[in-house]
């Protein structure tokens, strides 16, 4: 099992927060796992320093700046996002359209983009299109990331929905529509 992070390392993305999960989950799950945190900045040496504290040495890889998306999220079983604030992450948006199961920290759009809570568990909510942490407890996230980890068929289902939603709301072909229809209105109300 493949968990990854994205994002810049900087306090506001919260890598310690995932690696201190991932810790936890070390702790009460036997399944083989790997955690990869991909991107960079000035907080790396640190966190390769924690990684190490916590006893992820074997486990943790920093892959560093990626450019080739295309390649990492279809690797990674599952996508993780950390934050302590966010507006609407493309992260999230590149892992739902690669139909990789998420979880992440009920924060700014995160709530928007994983949809309707359907149940609640522990801290945490599985929703329509991820698992939301409701707080910042390294514990909570770790059983959320338990519960993807060991129940195979809700990956699925949520990277489904995700990949749908995001082909519906994020697409190219929406994009260029909503455009030409910002253009259209404008044109219209610039006349006398």
């Known amino acids: 099992m493949l968990i990854g992070i994205v994002g810049r390392l900087t306090e506001i993305k919260n890598h310690k927060g995932f690696l201190d999960a991932a810790a936890e989950l070390r702790k009460t799950n036997r399944a083989r796992m790997r955690f990869v945190v991909i991107g960079d900045g000035g907080l790396r040496p640190q966190l390769e320093l924690h990684a190490h504290e916590l006893g992820l040495h074997d486990d943790v890889l920093f892959l560093g700046s990626r450019t080739d998306p295309e390649n990492f999220y279809p690797a990674l079983d599952i996508v993780a996002l950390t934050s302590l604030n966010e507006g609407t992450p493309l992260s999230l948006i590149e892992a ?12 700014g759009g995160v709530v928007d983009l994983l949809g309707q ?49 995001v082909e519906q709301n994020y697409s190219k072909d929406r994009l260029l529509s909503d455009v030409s229809s910002l253009y259209r209105q404008l044109v219209s109300e610039a006349r006398p």
């Open 96 to 107: 739902m359209a690669n139909e990789r199961p998420v979880i992440a920290t009920a924060v």
């Open 117 to 165: 809570k359907l149940s609640s568990a522990d801290g945490y909510y599985v929703c329509e299109r991820g698992i939301l942490v409701a707080g910042q407890d390294p514990e909570t996230f770790a059983r959320g990331l338990a519960r993807l980890v060991e129940d195979e068929a809700l990956r699925r289902e949520i990277a489904t929905r995700g990949q749908e939603f």
